[in-house]
């Protein structure tokens, strides 16, 4: 059983770049399809990017299509979120979460498994 943890957050000014990391600690990360989600105060948690377990298929919310990416090194057991020209927007609380690997990838929270303790990533503008 894996158990992500993130790091990587942390304060940066508009227009910056940052990157998250999500170590699968006690498992194997490419047994599973990884999802990225952010939590603005007082919301869900919202689907952010995802991607197959085999590394295929990436998958992005419209406000970050072209801004960030996700992607996954199984030698390092760790997947990232290279999230460039950041906005105040995404301001937020990042999760990194796993789930059953199938084709398609999921954007519902529910449909992730293990999840990490999350990363604040603030934005100044």
């Known amino acids: 059983q894996a158990q992500p943890v993130e790091s990587g957050g942390g304060f940066v000014r508009a227009g910056g770049s940052l990157r998250l990391s999500c170590e699968a600690s006690?498992?194997?990360?490419?047994?599973?399809?990884i999802g990225w989600f952010r939590q603005f105060p007082g919301k869900e948690r919202m689907f952010v990017a995802g991607?197959?377990?085999?590394?295929?298929?990436?998958t992005y919310e419209d406000s970050v299509k072209g801004r960030f990416t996700i992607s996954r090194d199984t030698g390092k057991n760790t997947a990232y979120l290279q999230m460039s020209d950041l906005k105040s927007e995404d301001t937020a609380v990042y999760y990194c979460?796993?789930?059953?690997?199938?084709?398609?990838?999921?954007?519902?929270?529910?449909?992730?498994?293990?999840w990490g303790q999350g990363t604040q990533v603030t934005v100044s503008s």
């Open positions: 991607i197959r377990w085999i590394g295929s298929g990436p």
């Open positions: 979460a796993l789930g059953q690997p199938q084709l398609r990838v999921d954007t519902r929270p529910t449909d992730y498994t293990y």
């Open positions: 006690g498992g194997t990360l490419g047994r599973y399809n």
